[in-house]
């Protein structure tokens, strides 16, 4: 069954330090999205993506995150200079459908555990 | 801004015990309602609502929507213990983006 699939799984970071979060969606879906998941706090969105660009985002994704689909298959997020609060689960998600307002469900990674030390 | 409310926060309960989760919302353009289910890491689907009063099934799971009062349930019948997870309730918007419930934790006893 596809999924989708995250790497690493636990990143230990510095603060200040920039890191990458890997993604690969499932193959044929066109939306991907970013979530994060505080310890013992609610799911809570940061962004969207769509036909290569940026189609919605939360408060929290401010100018130190940026996301990238470089090659067609991995969808990255970075976080340019780490803070201790960004320390969360970070999950990735995609939603299959032929066009942006299709109704369809969103399938989770694995998650990435980031703790920022 | 689009508001999630689950109830209860927590539940314990034995195996073979029927169970039902609340989930409230408040959300501009509703596309769609999603449960989830949440064991160590990822949410996995359990189901999507979209209409009021059709309820969907899976197993001992089913779920139903109501539009007009803003809700969903999802009941769990002759619980077992891997059914012990957070069932998380999200609210899918005209933006597609998905807004979380604060989850409820059930914890089914042997």
């Known amino acids: 069954e596809p999924e989708v699939t995250q790497t690493p799984s636990h990143q230990v970071t510095q603060m200040g330090q920039e890191v990458i979060l890997r993604c690969v969606p499932i193959?044929?879906?066109?939306?991907f999205y970013w979530y994060r998941q505080i310890l013992g706090q609610k799911v809570e969105f940061l962004v969207s993506f769509y036909n290569n660009e940026i189609s919605e985002k939360s408060e929290i994704f401010d100018d130190q995150f940026s996301v990238e689909r470089p090659d067609g298959s991995n969808f990255t997020l970075k976080i340019r200079s780490t803070k201790l609060e960004d320390s969360a689960m970070y999950f990735c998600?995609?939603?299959?459908?032929?066009?942006?307002?299709?109704?369809?469900?969103?399938?989770f990674g694995q998650g990435t555990r980031l703790t920022v030390v | 801004e689009d508001k999630v409310v689950q109830s209860p926060l927590s539940l314990v309960v034995h195996e073979g015990d029927t169970v039902t989760l609340n989930c409230s919302y408040e959300v501009t353009n509703f596309r769609s309602l999603l449960w989830y289910k949440q064991e160590k890491k990822a949410p996995t689907f359990l189901f999507m609502l979209t209409s009021s009063g059709i309820e969907k099934k899976s197993g001992r799971l089913s779920s139903i929507l109501d539009k007009k009062e803003l809700f969903s349930i999802l009941n769990i019948t002759a619980t077992q213990t891997g059914d012990s997870a957070v069932y998380l309730c999200?609210?899918?918007?005209?933006?597609?983006?998905?807004?979380f419930g604060g989850g409820t934790r059930l914890m089914v006893k042997p």
């Open positions: 193959s044929n879906h066109l939306y």
């Open positions: 998600a995609s939603r299959g459908g032929q066009g942006r307002f299709q109704n369809t469900e969103a399938f």
């Open positions: 999200a609210i899918n918007n005209a933006g597609n983006m998905l807004t």
